[in-house]
């Protein structure tokens, strides 16, 4: 009998501390959960590009440059246009560029870029519209801890913390785009 009351103790401590893990993982879950939505409302939206009228994508990044030009609605490499580009590719950078956010402001009237890497960015991303307009984002550092990374937009002294999607999606290679 009493080994009996020992189990039942057992079993019943083991299944309070699962209650207890199980709510210490929902409550991780939330408050993840709300610190994005806070990052997402606090977002910095430098501007919008109406990337459907876009007619040139350059990208340099550590592999090279990479120059896109769209003919007949259809995107080839200007380098070598027999190369057919996987539209997905394309697409996916395009829709990244169409509303430039900033998670933060870091600095304005910047006097030593090379503190945030842009002065010697990691990617520069250019665009034109057909009707002109052009827009272009440089990238340097990664910042640490929050994650993201130092960038500037058409070449203003201002530095923002830029989205990671802005470097995963344009840091490619050439064979990537097939």
């Known amino acids: 009998m009493r080994k009996r009351k020992q189990a039942m103790v057992l079993v019943s401590l083991i299944a309070f501390m699962i209650v207890l893990i199980v709510a210490y993982l929902a409550m991780i879950r939330v408050a993840k959960s709300k610190e994005a939505e806070a990052i997402t409302d606090d977002s910095i939206e430098l501007f919008t590009l109406n990337t459907d009228t876009a007619k040139k994508l350059t990208v340099k990044n550590e592999n090279g440059t990479f120059v896109f030009v769209k003919s007949d609605d259809v995107w080839t490499l200007e380098s070598d246009q027999s190369i057919t580009l996987n539209e997905t590719v394309v697409s996916t950078m395009l829709s990244t560029l169409k509303t430039i956010n900033a ?76």
């Open 103 to 178: 998670s933060r402001s870091v600095r304005e009237n910047v006097e030593d870029l090379s503190e945030y890497g842009v002065d010697k960015p990691k990617i520069t991303i250019s665009v034109e519209l057909e009707d002109g307009v052009r827009a272009k984002i440089e990238l340097g550092n990664e910042v640490p801890i929050q994650g993201g990374y130092y960038g500037m937009v058409d070449g203003e002294n201002h530095v923002y913390v830029m989205n990671e999607s802005y470097y995963t999606n344009f840091c490619f290679e050439q064979s990537e785009l097939k």
